[in-house]
């Protein structure tokens, strides 16, 4: 945020929102995620094969959303924890069988504390033991006045089951979103968030990141933690080779020297020898501390 303030207004441009899902186990998350990625994922041909890199876009009039998939609040607080929002807007899944549970109120509290807008996809409302008033009213109990309550929290009936309401809650994602500043430079400084990050047998390092602003190329020499390197191909969530990603785009990148922890901020540098430089006192900072840590 402090990075995107430093570039020009004049220069930002609208880019597309990105949502995590939160809610409590077994509400539907996971469901909601798949139900999501299948009915509208960007670039047609849907129920095509799409690889789980921890995050994909799909298109809703011509609009394209980010949402990050791995559901829960892992990723999002480590994102916070490193001081990345992690998200645009929440969608807080509440299964109308249920109602608000721990994981509900634990949720609400990430968010607000992210000050990040919250939607509820109000879920499992096919089952015969759904209450859809009940659980409003203790939504409302929780400061999550529905709108239709006068209150301002759009509450969005769905089944991720049977894949219903889903264009409602995109529609209402993107007014959420025309609410909000979310803008980035796509020809400013290069940098975002790493969604996940592991050793491949074949690949070598595959890191997911997250453009936050300007275009990432391929051959763009990135800095994540104490990870760094050119990178050497990179692919969308489909699996396809990709040359450029703007802001809001989820990319697999091959060609970091090491695994970067998710939620680390990544840099693009101009030069090899600036970013190894960067990641040698990053290295060496770290030594200090466990060397001046109290031994136990
Ligand atoms: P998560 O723990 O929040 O990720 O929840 P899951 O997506 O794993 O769903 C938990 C269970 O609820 C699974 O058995 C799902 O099939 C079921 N479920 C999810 N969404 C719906 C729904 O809309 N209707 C019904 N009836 N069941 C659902």
């Known amino acids: 945020r402090q990075l995107i303030a430093k570039e020009k207004p004049e220069a930002l441009q609208d880019r597309p929102p990105v949502v995590t899902i939160l809610g409590h186990v077994d509400h539907g998350k996971t469901t909601l995620l798949d139900a999501i990625r299948d ?51 929440v969608v ?29 996809a109000m879920n499992k409302i096919d089952r015969p033991d759904a209450n859809p008033d009940f659980t409003k009213k203790q939504l409302a109990e929780v400061g999550l006045v529905p709108d239709d309550w006068d209150g301002d929290t759009m509450v ?23 609410t909000l500043d979310i803008k980035a430079n ?25 453009v936050y602003n300007g275009t990432l190329e391929t051959g763009d020499i990135v800095v994540a933690g104490k990870a760094y390197g ?33 939620g680390e901020l990544f ?11 960067v990641v040698e006192e990053r290295l060496q900072q770290q030594q200090k501390r466990l060397a001046s840590a109290p031994k136990i």
Do not use: C, W
């Open 156 to 178: 969005v009936p769905v089944s991720a089951k049977l894949r219903k309401g889903i264009d409602d809650l995109l529609e209402a994602i993107l007014l959420v979103a025309d």
């Open 267 to 277: 840099l693009v540098y101009e030069n090899e020898r600036e970013a190894r430089t």
């Open 230 to 262: 050119r990178i050497r191909a990179m692919f969308d969530f489909r699996g396809r080779k990709l040359r450029k990603a703007g802001p809001s785009t989820p990319v697999q990148i091959m060609g970091l020297n090491d695994v970067p922890d998710a």
């Open 39 to 89: 009915t509208n994922v960007a670039g047609g041909e849907a129920g095509g094969i799409t690889q789980h890199i921890g995050a994909y876009q799909v298109e809703h009039k011509n609009r394209l959303i980010t949402f990050l998939d791995t559901p829960g609040h892992a990723a999002f607080t480590a994102m916070r924890s490193r001081g990345a929002q992690g998200a645009d807007i």
């Open 186 to 210: 796509p020809e400013g400084r290069v940098f975002g968030t790493v969604i996940e990050a592991k050793v491949d047998r074949a690949k070598g390092v595959v890191a997911t990141l997250l």
């Open 92 to 120: 807080l899944v509440v299964a109308a069988n249920d109602g608000v549970m721990p994981q509900t109120r634990e949720a609400i509290a990430h968010a607000r504390a992210a000050r990040v807008p919250i939607i509820v």
